[in-house]
């Protein structure tokens, strides 16, 4: 069905790339009602093995639960090995981080969304908007129980829709947060053996102690802020 809707996953049906994989753009899936904007079709580049699909199958769940106005919700999964899909409405304002730079690639990607012409640049009160809508999301994540953290908060995972609303996106990396040995009990950070965002956003606690926590959370989603007011890049910021 997947296969099908992307035209066998043709490069011009491409809209997006990123750590994961690529993603494509379908117009409609018989196993799912329409939506206006069509969906976002999330592929990975590789099989994912035994170990991945297992992984996999635990973010869908905890996605899957998840339902916030400003989080990019889940609309469907294929947990295939050979090709592991993830659905969701396609948002064809497209990313912030496309918004902010315009730069050659971006724009292309934006005209694969429907874009004539370049949009014209954000807006100080637009941006803030967009910030605010990601932000609501991740503390909302933050507050779930488990405790759910993203792990890979950026410019590049807020995505906008034609009415310029944002919506926190690319929640594959989240894991649910383990309980710490103090007395409380209470949740609050996840060891990892893997270093997960991109250069720029990740905090320092991750690179020196392996542990994501809300704070990790907290620093990428500033970086993103004086990424957006600034125009300037991520990397020595």
């Keep these: 069905e997947l296969i099908t809707a992307t035209d066998g996953f043709a490069e011009a049906r491409k809209v997006g790339e990123g750590g994961f994989g690529r993603v494509y753009r379908a117009d409609a899936l018989p196993s799912l009602p329409r939506v206006a904007c069509g969906f976002a079709v999330k592929t990975a580049l590789v099989g994912v093995g035994a170990q991945g699909l297992a992984e996999l199958q635990s973010e869908v769940r905890t996605l899957s639960a998840a339902c916030h106005p400003s989080l990019l ?52 009160a637009a941006r803030l908007r967009v910030l605010r809508d990601a932000a609501s999301a991740l503390h909302y994540l933050h507050t779930l129980s488990p ?49 997960f965002g991109k250069p720029g956003y990740i905090d320092q606690i991750i690179l020196n102690d392996n542990q994501a926590s809300q704070l990790t959370d907290g620093f990428a989603l500033g970086i993103t802020l004086l990424v957006s007011l600034t125009g300037r890049g991520a990397v020595g910021l």
Excluded: K, W
């Design 147 to 195: 405790m759910t953290l993203h792990c890979d908060v950026s410019a590049g995972n807020i995505l906008l829709d034609e009415r310029g609303n944002g919506y926190l996106a690319d929640v594959g990396l989240a894991r649910a947060a383990e309980a710490t040995a103090g007395s409380s009990g209470q949740v609050s950070h996840l060891s990892t053996q893997r270093i």
């Design 73 to 124: 919700p889940l609309l469907g999964a294929c947990l295939a090995p050979a090709r592991a899909c993830l659905v969701y409405p396609l948002c064809r304002g497209g990313s912030l981080e496309d918004r902010l730079y315009r730069t050659p690639a971006a724009l292309q990607r934006l005209r694969m969304l429907g874009f004539e012409t370049p949009p014209p640049p954000l807006s100080s």
